[in-house]
């Protein structure tokens, strides 16, 4: 099957790769991988870009999947590109190259704030925490910026979208959901989703009231390591650029650990 590259990485130097096919068993809530016809490319077959196009550029494993899931065959995959970082919500962070951690793939429970035993002399491999974040997450969300970014260890705020529910903690009013509660943080007459199409797709999205609110509370905690996925204006990969930032960071540090221990 031609390969397809991901409508919103264009314009930036990621590609992604899925060498599994058929959906993805994490079954994350809201995932658009597993929604069915949402996916940019049929998932009953492999996604593999030409490593020849790729070239120096880097390679995303695993979009909408898990690079820990059949991960024989993802490393497999893997060896064909020069650069390539891994995606993961299974504390297992043994891969050859960066790797983005999810920590909350079940964005309402818990947050680990510890280090899992298996995650020894391995943190210099993780690119950043990515914290799944709602309204009705926040106090959860805080906790875990404030252990990660203790350790050093970029946060990437990824705000949730909905397609098949209300937004928790909201009541909607045509094309906008509000607090159902008034806080210190949220004021419930201003809408903090709103339903359009993001990308491929309709969401409820996050509005930009709502993001800026939440990281004018949560990047204080460390104003350097304290991140969202794309800008209050775009949802777009052109327009963030932390993976490929955070990418060169995490693979010079790789190399410098590897250095030493070749010594």
Sequence with gaps: MEYIKNPKLEGT??????PQVGPCPNQCNQ????RPGAFYTDIRYP??????EVGNDIVRMNCGHDSNIQREL????AKNYKHVFFNTSIPNLNFPGPVVLTINPKEEGYIPCSIPHNFANKLTNIMFV???TSLTNLSNVKKGVQYWTYLGIPVVLTFMSYYDCVPPGTDTRGD???ATEQSSLINSEHPLYQ???RHLNSYWCPTTYFQKQVMNFLSPINPRLVNMCGTFDSNWCKDCGNCEHYYWITKKQMDIQHNISQA
């Design 13 to 18: 130097k990621i590609w992604d790769c899925r």
């Design 31 to 34: 995932c658009f991988y597993n």
């Design 47 to 52: 996604s593999l870009p030409d490593p020849d």
């Design 74 to 77: 993802v490393l497999y995959a």
């Design 130 to 132: 990515r914290i799944r």
């Design 176 to 178: 906008y959901a509000y």
């Design 195 to 197: 339903w359009k199409v």
